[in-house]
C-alpha cells in the first residue's frame, strides 16, 4: 500500500514536470514574451514621471513611485517598470534602487524638444525597437491594415516566437494609432510610414511659425507641384479615375465615397491590375483643376458614381462621353438616374440598410468588374448618350 502511494506520487510529480516542458517548449511561459505587456503609451508613464519630478534625471525608484502614488511592491507597478524596460524607455528593473532614462527615452518625455524628434523617438521605441512589431511594420508599411486573423497568420507563417497572438497584434495596433501611423484613406485602416507622418508634423510646425504671406507662396508652388505629372503611357493604363462625390470631411457624401471605394471599386479592380486614384488624392476636393482634366483624358478606365446626383460628377462624366473612353456608371438605389444618362448601362447597388449591403458586397464587387472588362475591352458596347444619339459627334 505504501510502495503504490509512492508511485502515484511519483507518477504524479513526473506529470508536473512533463507539463512544465512542455509550457517552456511551447514558449508559454509569460516571461518570454518578446514585447512589452502594455501599449507604449501606458508604458511611457513612467518615463514621463522621471522627467516630471526629477527632471530627467537617475532618480530612487522609491522615491519617484511614491511621487507617482504607485505601491511599490504591487504586481501592476511591477509590470510597469518591466514594460518601460522592455520598450527602452528607462533603465533599472522593479528591484533596482534607481531608475533612470535611456538616450531615446529622455527624448520622447522631453516636451521642449520639437514634437518631430519625439516622434521619432516614440517610434524607434515602440515599433522599430520590438522585434514583431518591426516585422508587421515592415510588412504592412503602405498597405491597408488587414483582419486581425490575416495579422496572426503572417505572425504564425514568419516562425515570429509569438506565444499569444492576440495580445501581440494588438498592442502594435495600439502603438501605431497612438503613433498617428493608422490612417484611414479610402474607408480603409492603412498603415503610412514614419515618414510621411514625421513630414506631416513638420508641415504643422512650419505652419505654426511662419507668416501669412509665406504659407501663400508655399500653398502655390504646391499646386505648381501637384499639377505636374510624369506618368509614361504604360503608367496611365494601371489607373482607374474614381469619379464620385467626396464632399467635406465627415460629410455623408465623404462617407459614402470612403465605402464603395474602399469596399466595392478597389477590391474589383485590384484583380484586373488597376490601381484607382480619386480627386481628392491629387488636388482639392471638388475642384476640376488641370490634373482632375489630364486624369479624365489619360486613365484607362473611369468609375463614375453618379449618387447624389453630383454636379462635378456629371460634368467629368460628359468629358469622358465626349472623349470617347471607357467608364462604368454606378448609383446607389435611392437615387433616381436622370434620363441624360439612363442610356447607359449603370449598377444600381442597395444601400437602403447595412443587412441589405453587406450580402451582396461580393456580387456587386464581380458586377464592377465584369462591366469594367467589358468597357475596356469595347468602349462602344456600354455605350453612352453621345454615342446613342449623335454618332456622328466623332466625325
Known amino acids: 500500500m505504501a510502495t503504490g502511494k509512492k508511485v502515484t506520487k511519483k507518477a504524479s510529480k513526473s506529470r508536473r514536470n512533463v507539463s512544465a516542458k512542455s509550457d517552456a517548449e511551447l514558449g508559454r511561459t509569460r516571461t518570454n514574451r518578446p514585447y512589452p505587456a502594455s501599449s507604449f503609451s501606458d508604458a511611457l508613464a513612467l518615463g514621463s514621471a522621471v522627467m516630471t519630478h526629477a527632471a530627467g534625471e537617475r532618480v530612487r525608484r522609491l522615491t519617484l513611485l511614491e511621487k507617482m502614488g504607485k505601491s511599490a511592491s504591487s504586481s501592476t507597478t511591477k509590470m510597469m517598470i518591466t514594460n518601460s524596460g522592455k520598450y527602452g524607455i528607462t533603465q533599472g528593473s522593479y528591484a533596482a534602487d534607481f531608475i533612470e532614462l535611456t538616450e531615446k527615452g529622455a527624448i520622447a518625455v522631453n516636451l521642449s524638444l520639437p514634437e518631430r524628434d519625439r516622434r521619432n523617438a516614440e517610434f524607434e521605441l515602440a515599433i522599430d525597437g520590438v522585434a514583431p512589431f518591426k516585422q508587421l511594420y515592415e510588412h504592412y508599411k503602405g498597405k491597408r491594415l488587414p483582419e486581425r486573423e490575416i495579422i496572426k497568420d503572417f505572425l504564425r507563417d514568419s516562425g515570429a516566437a509569438v506565444f499569444d497572438l492576440d495580445e501581440c497584434v494588438d498592442t502594435f495596433i495600439v502603438n501605431a494609432k497612438d503613433l498617428g501611423l493608422l490612417r484611414t484613406i479610402g474607408g480603409a485602416e492603412t498603415l503610412v510610414s514614419i515618414e510621411q507622418v514625421l513630414e506631416d508634423v513638420l508641415g504643422t510646425e512650419e505652419h505654426k511659425t511662419i507668416h501669412r504671406p509665406q504659407i501663400l507662396q508655399h500653398s502655390s508652388s504646391a499646386v505648381r507641384k501637384n499639377e505636374e505629372t510624369s506618368f509614361t503611357a504604360a503608367d496611365w493604363q494601371t489607373i482607374c ?27 474589383a479592380l485590384a484583380e484586373l491590375g488597376l490601381r484607382v486614384v480619386r480627386a481628392d488624392q491629387i488636388g482639392e476636393p471638388g475642384m476640376i483643376t488641370t490634373q482632375v482634366l489630364e486624369y479624365l483624358k489619360k486613365s484607362r478606365l473611369a468609375i463614375a458614381d453618379l449618387s447624389y446626383l453630383n454636379p462635378n460628377v456629371f460634368y467629368e462624366v460628359a468629358l469622358r462621353h465626349a472623349l470617347r473612353l471607357p467608364v462604368v456608371q454606378i448609383i446607389r438605389k435611392a437615387d433616381r438616374l436622370p434620363f441624360d444618362v439612363n442610356q447607359s448601362r449603370t449598377l444600381v447597388f442597395d444601400t437602403s440598410d447595412i443587412y441589405s449591403l453587406v450580402p451582396k458586397l461580393q456580387t456587386y464587387r464581380a458586377e464592377i468588374a465584369n462591366q469594367a472588362r467589358k468597357a475596356i475591352d469595347d468602349p462602344e458596347s456600354v455605350g453612352n448618350p453621345v454615342s446613342i444619339f449623335y454618332p456622328d459627334f466623332y466625325k
Open 241 to 267: 479615375f474614381y469619379i464620385t462625390p467626396i464632399g467635406s470631411e465627415d460629410s455623408v457624401e465623404r462617407k459614402h465615397s470612403d465605402l464603395f471605394m474602399s469596399s466595392l471599386v478597389q477590391p
